[in-house]
């Protein structure tokens, strides 16, 4: 019997819908080829639900949630809605229910034309970072006090876990046992937020466990600047919630953008819910300019997470060979219509696949 993979597709709002039927485009033609099923259900959560209905996110879908092997999320957020109100209730909602205590990000540049740091080529920046997901100042404890007075006062806590810190730094370093560099960064601020040796301790404890794993340690305003500087010092890093939310956007930039950026929110052995790190950019809307590559390779790593490994490496080289031929021409909005970047990479998957195996990577490039 063929193997079979239950998605719950959530589009979202703004560009989600159309970034998300490229993804799921190129998900069918890989599940033909490689011969699985995958059974999606569809979910209408975003503004144009909320405002119809009052509904965010029932509790009820997080059971539903449950029942499928994996979330895929287009994007969340709509100007006609308070701040943050749902991006809180969907993003925030699936990462904290579901207790998806990873956020896996790769910074993986692809051809030297995208990077804005002059000189780096793919071999200088390609790394993983491993944001811890389910506390930090997301947990949603503190509030205001005298609201709108000039008496205000405003609390955020930042609140962190040996449990959390561990099963993140745990993470990161089986990540690197697979990896050619097999170094481990841990990021905080552990020098100006004391709390933070939490971290410290916890990495360096975490750490005798992985002998051929060598460590690395920098604070997160340097972390910032070695990225951009010597992008090639890191491998897999780890790094508290809002510190990863910041360096994975700096790092999304030096990867050439928002158009290619995805992230896998992951509870190992549990459902996973794989997106862009993009957001809705309401003012593309519909209009099919929006690059569909982040919500693709998001695409990529839920198969990978799904045990669909070959059809994630054909995946892979489809997007690396396509944007190193020059075939799609850019990562931003408007030089290629959304669907095209899709039929593109469909394809490609299905040439690549058809290729004898053990073809030269070269000769892929058609
Ligand atoms: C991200 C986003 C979210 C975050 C927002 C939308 C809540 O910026 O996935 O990086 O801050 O985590
Ligand atoms: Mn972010």
Not at 165 to 170: F, L, P
Not at 280 to 289: D, I, L, M
Not at 309 to 317: D, G, I, M, V
Request: proline share 5%; aromatic share 8%.
């Amino acid at each position: 019997m063929a193997r079979e993979h239950a998605i719950a597709v959530i589009p979202g709002d703004g560009i989600g819908e159309e970034v998300i039927n490229e993804g799921l485009k190129v998900l069918r033609a890989l599940a033909q080829i490689y011969g699985f099923k995958l059974r999606t259900t569809s979910y209408p959560w975003g503004a144009d639900h909320f405002l119809k209905t009052g509904v965010m996110m029932p509790d009820s879908a997080l059971d539903e949630y449950r029942q499928h092997a994996a979330v895929y999320l287009g994007a969340i957020g709509d100007p006609r809605i308070e701040v943050g109100l749902l991006e809180r209730a969907i993003i925030a909602g699936l990462r904290f229910k579901l207790d998806l205590y990873v956020n896996l990000r790769p910074i993986k540049l692809y051809d030297a034309r995208f990077c804005p740091i002059k000189d780096k080529k793919p071999a200088d920046v390609d790394m993983v970072v491993v944001r811890e997901n389910t506390e930090d100042a997301y947990i949603g404890i503190g509030g205001h006090f005298k609201q709108g007075t000039q008496d205000e006062v405003a609390i955020a806590t930042m609140l962190y876990t040996r449990k959390g810190c561990e099963r993140a730094v745990r993470y990161a370093f089986e990540l690197a046992k697979g990896r050619k560099r097999r170094k481990v960064t841990l990021v905080d601020k552990a020098n100006a937020v004391r709390p933070q040796d939490l971290w410290t301790r916890t990495f360096a404890e975490v750490a005798k466990d992985y002998a051929g794993i060598e460590t690395d340690h920098a604070y997160i305003d340097a972390a910032c600047m070695w990225l951009v500087k010597n992008p090639e010092s890191f491998d897999v890093c780890v790094m508290p919630n809002i510190f990863g939310d910041i360096f994975t956007d700096l790092g999304a930039m030096v990867q050439g953008g928002m158009g290619i950026a995805a992230s896998g929110n992951l509870h190992p052995g549990k459902t996973s819910m794989f997106e862009p790190i993009h957001g809705s950019a309401p003012k593309y809307r519909g209009k099919n300019v929006a690059n569909p590559l982040a919500a693709i390779n998001a695409a990529g790593m839920m198969l990978d997470y799904l045990g669909e490994k070959e059809a994630a490496t054909t995946l892979e080289s489809a997007i690396a060979s396509l944007l190193t031929s020059g075939r799609i021409r850019s990562l931003g909005a408007g030089d290629h219509p959304t669907s095209e970047i899709g039929d593109l990479v469909t394809a490609e998957v299905r040439q690549i696949a058809a290729m004898p195996a053990g073809e030269p990577a070269a000769a892929r490039r058609s």
